[in-house]
């Protein structure tokens, strides 16, 4: 992909939902929601303060965020299906554990 966001914007990818519940059930595609968990793909260099100083961002490239529901403007790129939305827009950084990495 050749697309760099600019300031503060974050380039993001939803990770899908789960197609089955725990208990076995098919959720039909009309019934799911919208995930709120994705992968950043880009980040801009950052936000300007008062001064002119570039404030880099806390996220990058490859880390798996939950951002809220309706956050962000859906885009298409390359054939992907793509979200743009400032880094304020993004909850938080899910962080996987240490038996988690092991196992991968």
């Known amino acids: 992909m050749k ?3 600019l ?3 974050v380039v ?5 939902a789960e197609e089955k519940t725990k208990g ?3 959720i039909p595609d009309t019934a799911k929601e919208k995930p709120q968990e994705g992968e950043v793909i880009a ?5 300007r303060d008062e001064s002119g100083k570039v404030a880099p961002l806390d996220v990058k490239a490859g880390d798996r965020v939950l951002f809220g529901k309706w956050s962000g403007t859906e885009v ?7 979200l743009i939305m400032k880094e304020s827009d993004i909850m938080g ?5 240490a038996e988690a990495q092991k196992a991968a």
């Open 7 to 9: 300031h503060d914007r």
């Open 12 to 16: 993001v990818r939803r990770i899908e």
């Open 93 to 97: 950084v899910i962080e996987q554990s």
């Open 24 to 26: 076995g059930i098919i």
């Open 3 to 5: 697309f760099r966001p």
């Open 76 to 82: 298409r790129i390359d054939g992907q299906d793509l």
């Open 43 to 47: 980040v801009g260099p950052g936000a």
